[in-house]
């Protein structure tokens, strides 16, 4: 069973950075989509970035994509989102989330239904 753990989700004044981890637990599948998605108090959840664990390939959110940046480390169960000059319109929870990488991937990367495997989330505060 694929387990993920978010972590590093504090209260941050606007213009800092951040830098959230998941620890993924195992990698069930030959290879994984993994995505960062976020969800602001009353809004809908949205995906921010996607990797591709094999080859690291990265799908963004067009309004993130120069503040945001995913990334995985070596040791191949960890993923991170590095979040820079934020904004009180960050604040959310975020969630990480796998599931397994198909075909369609690189078109369904922000659909929240087509992931199996979701961390309880981190509190991301930023103050203005």
């Known amino acids: 069973q694929l387990q993920v753990v978010e972590s590093g989700g504090c209260l941050v004044q606007a213009g800092g950075s951040l830098r959230l981890s998941c620890t993924v637990s195992?990698?069930?599948?030959?290879?994984?989509?993994m995505g960062w998605f976020r969800q602001p108090p009353g809004k809908e959840r949205e995906g921010i970035p996607c990797?591709?664990?094999?080859?690291?390939?990265?799908l963004y959110a067009d309004s993130l994509k120069d503040r945001f940046t995913i990334s995985r480390a070596n040791d191949g169960n960890t993923l991170y989102l590095q979040m820079n000059d934020l904004k009180p319109e960050d604040t959310a929870m975020y969630y990480c989330?796998?599931?397994?990488?198909?075909?369609?991937?690189?078109?369904?990367?922000?659909?929240?239904?087509?992931?199996?495997?979701w961390g309880q989330g981190t509190q991301v505060t930023v103050s203005s």
């Open positions: 989330a796998a599931r397994k990488k198909d075909l369609m991937w690189a078109i369904t990367w922000r659909d929240v239904v087509r992931y199996n495997y």
């Open positions: 195992v990698l069930a599948f030959d290879d994984v989509l």
């Open positions: 990797i591709t664990w094999r080859r690291g390939a990265t």
